[in-house]
């Protein structure tokens, strides 16, 4: 059963003027929890003593697999993401096995989805740099780790390293709003007490087969309907929850939750400036038909 956002909150975070939580600093979701739920793992979360050996057997299959990406089966974490004082298994908390429950509909869109080498429109767009973390949800990427969140009297800026441009969020009302169809959907955003509440839905049509990533490769579909709304929900003055869950009664039998802690850093984010991916596209193609 799903705390309410609000069962997290301690009145210690600091507050802005206006009275609200201030969030503002530079925040990490390094972590070695996997998206989903490994096969033959039952349990939401593991004891501290437990944590060694599952880390050890998770990393341990991924570098195993017949395909893998360098970049997340070695992810640059220190251990599980802890919750509420519990070192969870997955990502995912909802549904409750930690696996997602598609429709059939779902589960056709998700088999639809690019993913080859057969040529340039299978490749992903993070790859060749055109857009990647900055859009709802986020997710935990390898080197793409870090938020800064900054907060004045007009605006909340939530930038994460990558290639996105920040996401800006007028708090007086002011805000033109954004049409749907765009390849980040149509945002609507509030205070709910201390939680701050991000809604988004519209999406391009021609995106709904993007591929979300956690430790390892994981992925869910969506469409130009599918609801995700994310809480930042204030937990100490070193640590907010991010959650997320993607609502749509057409792919999903269930709705997909996601939780995983930010935890404040004194790290400073670097600029992601990147072209090797269009530059290289032509020898990633070459490569792959010449090993296949």
Same mark, same amino acid.
């Given at each position: 059963?799903?705390?309410?956002?609000?069962?997290?909150?301690?009145? *210690?975070?600091?507050?802005?003027?206006?009275?609200?939580?201030?969030?503002?600093?530079?925040?990490?979701?390094?972590?070695?929890?996997?998206?989903?739920?490994?096969?033959?793992?039952?349990?939401?979360?593991?004891?501290?003593?437990?944590?060694?050996?599952?880390? *050890?057997?998770?990393?341990? =299959?991924?570098?195993?697999?017949?395909?893998?990406?360098?970049?997340?089966?070695?992810?640059?974490?220190?251990?599980?993401?802890?919750?509420?004082?519990?070192?969870?298994?997955?990502?995912?908390?909802?549904?409750?096995?930690?696996?997602?429950?598609?429709?059939?509909?779902?589960?056709?869109?998700?088999?639809?989805?690019?993913?080859?080498?057969?040529?340039?429109?299978?490749?992903?767009?993070?790859?060749?740099?055109?857009?990647?973390?900055?859009? *709802?949800? #986020?997710?935990?990427?390898?080197?793409?780790?870090?938020?800064?969140?900054?907060?004045?009297? @007009?605006?909340?800026?939530?930038?994460?390293?990558?290639?996105?441009?920040?996401?800006?969020?007028?708090?007086? @009302?002011?805000?033109?709003?954004?049409?749907?169809?765009?390849?980040? @959907?149509?945002?609507?955003?509030?205070?709910?007490?201390?939680?701050?509440?991000?809604?988004?839905? @519209?999406?391009?049509?021609?995106?709904?087969?993007?591929?979300?990533?956690?430790?390892?490769?994981?992925?869910?579909?969506?469409?130009?309907?599918?609801?995700?709304?994310?809480?930042?929900?204030?937990?100490?003055?070193?640590?907010?929850? #991010?959650?997320?869950?993607?609502?749509?009664?057409?792919? #999903? *039998?269930?709705?997909?939750?996601?939780?995983?802690?930010?935890?404040?850093?004194?790290?400073?984010?670097? =600029?992601?400036?990147?072209?090797?991916?269009?530059?290289?596209?032509?020898?990633?193609?070459?490569?792959?038909?010449?090993?296949?």
């Amino acid at each position: 059963m799903l705390l309410a956002p609000a069962a997290f909150a301690q009145t *210690a975070f600091p507050r802005t003027p206006a009275g609200t939580p201030d969030l503002e600093g530079v925040w990490t979701m390094r972590t070695l929890t996997p998206f989903f739920r490994p096969k033959g793992v039952t349990a939401p979360s593991v004891s501290a003593s437990e944590e060694p050996a599952f880390i *050890a057997n998770m990393m341990g =299959e991924r570098l195993s697999a017949e395909r893998f990406d360098p970049g997340t089966s070695e992810p640059d974490g220190l251990g599980l993401a802890v919750v509420n004082g519990e070192h969870r298994t997955s990502a995912v908390v909802s549904p409750a096995n930690g696996q997602l429950a598609l429709t059939a509909a779902g589960k056709a869109r998700l088999r639809a989805r690019p993913d080859g080498y057969d040529g340039p429109e299978g490749r992903p767009v993070n790859e060749r740099c055109i857009a990647d973390a900055g859009r *709802a949800p #986020y997710r935990v990427m390898s080197g793409e780790m870090y938020f800064e969140i900054v907060q004045t009297p @007009g605006f909340l800026v939530i930038h994460k390293e990558g290639m996105d441009p920040p996401r800006i969020f007028s708090l007086t @009302g002011n805000e033109r709003p954004v049409p749907g169809g765009s390849w980040t @959907g149509a945002s609507t955003h509030r205070w709910e007490g201390d939680t701050f509440v991000i809604e988004t839905t @519209g999406f391009r049509a021609e995106d709904t087969n993007r591929r979300i990533s956690g430790p390892g490769s994981a992925g869910f579909p969506i469409a130009p309907a599918t609801r995700i709304t994310e809480w930042l929900i204030p937990v100490s003055p070193d640590v907010i929850l #991010y959650r997320y869950k993607v609502d749509d009664p057409v792919l #999903y *039998a269930e709705p997909l939750v996601v939780e995983l802690p930010l935890l404040r850093s004194s790290e400073r984010l670097f =600029e992601s400036a990147c072209h090797e991916g269009n530059k290289s596209l032509v020898n990633t193609l070459q490569g792959a038909r010449k090993g296949g």
